[in-house]
């Protein structure tokens, strides 16, 4: 999830006959550099906000659409934050450690609180983990929604076995087995394949907000 403004990229230099080479060019920087910004692999660098800024420049799109996934490409945030004002919702958002505690006592301690559409008034936020050099200074909140129906390739808050501390897994169902991964991280095999009995779906990650730490 927090790579999400990657695929962004990515599907932007497709849809606008871009590439690596131009988009380095556009931007000033190296295609070497591009080509880390873009990679999933351990060789990966993170871009800053900075950058990131100049990338929407260039690809002409919203830079809190590209960075974060909030509004669309074209919405301005002036507008985005209209919308907030009139239309907007707040939730609490809790450690994992937490979860249990609040869905079973409703007294569990909020770490912060997140914006959301009124339709989403009756969800939570989850700290999402993150990993890389972006984790010293940004946390990652999930939304969680409470719908326990998911689908192949949905992100879950869940529990497998006898951990009273939900995860978050990528699930999807073959037959009738469910392949498990921790996260998102389906480019590797999967940590488990288990009966679908066997797993606790809490509830649905929907999309997730970044946080500067103080």
Known sequence: MQDNYQDRIIALLKER?????????????????????????????????EELSDIARFLDVEPHWLCFGIGDKSTDKETINLLSDSEAATVNIYKRTDVQQ????????????????????????????????????????ALITKDKQWANDDIVLARIGNNPTPDFFTLVKIAD?????????????????????????IGIVRWGVWARRG
């Open 102 to 141: 609040q869905l079973t006592t409703g007294d569990a301690t909020a770490i912060d609180t997140m914006p959301v559409a009124k339709e989403y008034a009756d969800c939570f936020g989850v700290v999402y983990p993150v990993a890389g050099a972006v984790s010293r200074t940004w946390s990652c909140y």
């Open 177 to 201: 087995k469910v392949h498990v991964w921790y996260g998102e991280d389906t480019e590797r095999n999967p940590i488990n394949t288990i009966d679908e009995g066997e797993i606790e779906v």
């Open 17 to 49: 006959g871009e590439n690596n080479a131009s988009l380095a060019q556009g931007i000033g920087k190296g295609k070497a550099t591009i080509g880390r910004y873009l990679s999933k692999s351990s060789n990966r660098t993170y871009p800053s906000l």
